[in-house]
């Protein structure tokens, strides 16, 4: 019996059912198309030689329940990939490449011969008993002849217990032919029986086709990971001082000396300052907290610490604050404009704001991102004192922003989807 080519069986089966109704001769099952499948995937249900797994994967990625993209898959890319599930059981099918699925087909399977035999069968109730083990949906498929003998023998065909064929009284020479699918797991049995006088002979074909493959789909994930170097720019803050310096102002009564001292502080042009901070101490007192804070506070002294809190607003720690009334100063830039007047009250201007915890004697300034710095403030110190000369010291720290760049390898990980399908 020749097997017909692999065909596609959605169109051609009711004629193929017809033709084999006409002929009387077994056709066995061959390969059919995934795209049927689909389409009962497409409305919930799950087609005969069809196992779902839990992840619906069709409605996933066909929403619309279009199937075929109309994307042209090349026929070698079919045959190879219908072979490889064929022969391998397993394919994994990229989720962007889906369309290939309506090319796909079931793999079917080539009828085995169970038996093809010329067997004797002696006389007088003789019975020859042959047996074979068979799956739920195997096809059974027999030829069976008598050539010599008094046309007394019996054939029957069990399943299990239950008798599914008997021939009685075969004439010589008479092909009688049956087939069945199998509805359970278990053993089908053909006796053979000469109720004649005479010993027969004869012939018998058996042939199984199996049970069409299943297939179940399910998702997976492949996760790959890439290394590349990229070029980082490292952002960090540095503590530049701008003024720190101790100095004397002459009380009032002192006709040769000013009672005022103004310091110009410049502020560099060709730096990205983020902060400006300052304090100004004239008592012992309010000068040794502060000598005592910058070695506790080492390298990063007692201002760069508190401007950096300014800005990053998540503490404060004090600084020294000065209860003298004998100081007296103000701040202001070049062209006029007031950061503090003599009164004691931090103003806002178009590139600066005063941070939250200000206070008499120290404070921070915040630059504004879009506004240019003046290119220096003006700092004027008074002594308030007629008698006694104003000790005092002064520090004043600009945050500097400094970028560089470094090389640095970086993992990067992404998902290629997937559908893996195998047969069952």
């Not at 042959?130 to 019996?154: C, H, L, P, R």
């Not at 069990?158 to 008798?163: A, M």
Request: glycine share 6%; hydrophobic share 35%.
């Amino acid at each position: 019996m020749t097997t017909a080519k692999t065909i596609r069986i959605g169109l051609l089966l009711p004629f193929l059912l017809a033709v084999r109704s006409l002929l009387g001769q077994p056709l066995l099952p061959k390969p059919i198309s995934i795209s049927p499948i689909l389409k009962n995937q497409q409305n919930g249900l799950i087609a005969d030689n069809l196992h779902s797994d839990k992840l619906n994967v069709f409605k996933k990625w066909f929403p619309d329940g279009k199937w075929d993209t109309g994307i042209p898959v090349d026929q070698k890319i079919r045959d190879s990939l219908n072979k490889l599930l064929k022969e391998v059981g397993e394919l994994k099918i990229r989720t962007d490449s889906l369309n290939i699925l309506t090319h796909l087909e079931i793999p079917g399977t080539e009828p085995q011969d169970l038996a093809n035999l010329i067997f004797s069968v002696k006389r007088l109730g003789a019975v020859k008993s042959m047996n074979y083990e068979v799956k739920k949906g195997d096809t059974i498929q027999f030829v069976y002849t008598i050539s010599k003998g008094a046309g007394m023998d019996e054939l029957e065909v069990l399943e299990g217990k239950e008798v599914r064929f008997t021939f009685s009284k075969t004439p010589r020479n008479k092909e009688q032919t049956g087939s069945f699918v199998v509805a359970a797991d278990g053993v089908v049995t053909f006796n053979i029986t000469n109720k004649g006088l005479f010993t027969s002979r004869g012939k018998l074909l058996i042939k199984k086709q199996a049970v069409a493959a299943k297939l179940s789909f399910s998702y997976s994930c492949d996760t790959v990971h890439q290394v590349h170097k990229e070029i980082r720019t490292i952002r960090d803050t540095l503590s530049e001082q701008l003024a720190g310096q101790q100095f004397s102002v002459s009380p009032r009564m002192d006709i040769t000396q000013s009672h005022k001292l103004l310091i110009p502080v410049s502020l560099p042009p060709d730096k990205k300052i983020l902060a400006i901070g300052f304090w100004i101490g004239s008592t012992g007192t309010a000068r040794k907290q502060w000598q005592a804070i910058r070695e506790e506070t080492a390298d990063a002294g007692p201002l760069k610490r508190f401007i950096q809190q300014e800005l990053l607003r998540r503490s404060f720690s004090p600084l020294p604050e000065e209860p003298g009334k004998t100081l007296k100063f103000s701040i202001r830039d070049d062209y006029g404009w007031e950061l503090r007047n003599p009164s004691g009250t931090y103003m806002k201007t178009s590139y600066v704001t005063p941070s939250l915890n200000t206070r008499q004697n120290y404070a921070c300034f915040l630059v504004n991102k879009s506004n240019t710095l003046p290119q220096r403030i003006l700092i004027e110190i008074e002594n308030l004192s007629s008698l006694y000369i104003l000790e005092t010291e002064l520090y004043v720290e600009g945050l500097v922003e400094v970028t560089h760049q470094e090389e640095a390898e970086v993992t990067t990980s992404s998902c290629i989807e997937y559908v893996k399908i195998k047969t069952i």
